[in-house]
């Protein structure tokens, strides 16, 4: 690693938790510039603009989300194991992660919902790139005959999603100790149904 | 209605519209000014600060949700037809109320949670009043008999605000067609299983 990478790799860490805690509207140059103890012209050299740092922003913390939810899930069984191991994962990752805040991507999709631009278009494209993850996990649940033939699967992503941001909301911000346990049971309820799927 | 109210509501209109598009942190006292051709100065003699003006703003949400969505649902017979009046009313109500943008209460909850303040407290307490209120017409649901009788009130509210808050991202950011029918496929499989609910 030169000097440049690692500066970079500090100032993403930093950064990445900034945003974690206070959103992507929360994180200027200059105030990144002022909690990593750099000029913020140094900044522009390693981001070229606040656009390109919140991208590069929310690329750190899909690496981090691989790292801590993806690639621990990956090592269970194929079809409902490994799918029961990702949402066991993706639920209140973020400290896990090392980060001090939320799920920067979750927010950003309540954020970022009426802007347009860059910053937006790369959000949209992780969040299409996640939910096409949870989606293959399903459908190789359901080519496993763990859930049944006729799953719809992108309705099952959509109220994984749901009960996923229902999470954050009460176990972040309401700061409901009952929210895992909420969240398990809402969990366990969609995969009973997904498993009766003729039936209803 | 003084000049004052009336110069009060007109900025109460054009902030919760700015509010609703970018955010809590998106408006200042200084942009509400430069959008309403007012001075600073002007604006402070209205709300005293920031933090005053998001309240007032957060008031303003709730005012009109609760024209747009729980006035028309109390017209609809006590227990399920009530409940199912106010969700129908709920998904994508901004609007149908005249916001250009979402529900302001729904992306400060992911915006403030790791925030302190009474701006947090203020959301905080008009969530609880909402899930209170979603709650109640559960509740009254159960009472007539609409909804099984161990039904767990507050799971059911969690999978309710999931729905919503997924039904949120997928029409407003995600921009998926399909949102609404995806939101109605999973209240229709949330309330079936209220009412088999002892079965589960």
């Not at 929360?26 to 656009?51: D, I, N, V, W």
């Amino acid at each position: 690693m030169t000097k440049s990478d690692t500066t970079r790799a500090r100032l993403l860490a930093r950064g990445l938790d900034t945003v974690s805690v206070g959103g992507l509207g929360g994180l200027t140059l200059g105030r990144l510039a002022q909690a990593s103890g750099m000029s913020k012209s140094g900044l522009y050299a390693h981001f070229g603009s606040k656009e390109q740092l919140q991208i590069a922003l929310l690329d750190e913390a899909t690496r981090a989300a691989d790292r801590a939810v993806v690639a621990p899930a990956m090592a269970s069984p194929e079809g409902l194991p490994r799918l029961r191991a990702l949402v066991e994962g993706w639920l209140g990752w973020p400290p896990r992660a090392g980060l001090g805040g939320g799920c920067p991507i979750a927010a950003a999709l309540f954020e970022l919902d009426d802007m347009a631009g860059e910053v937006r278009e790369h959000v949209a494209a992780l969040e299409g790139r996640w939910r096409a993850l949870l989606a293959d996990l399903t459908q190789q649940a359901v080519a496993l005959g763990h859930l049944c033939g006729d799953l719809d699967v992108d309705q099952f992503v959509f109220e994984l999603c749901g009960l996923y941001l229902s999470h954050h909301a009460s176990s972040r911000f309401l700061r409901d100790p009952a929210a895992l346990v909420r969240a398990r049971t809402a969990f366990a309820a969609l995969i009973e149904r997904a498993q009766g799927a003729q039936a209803r």
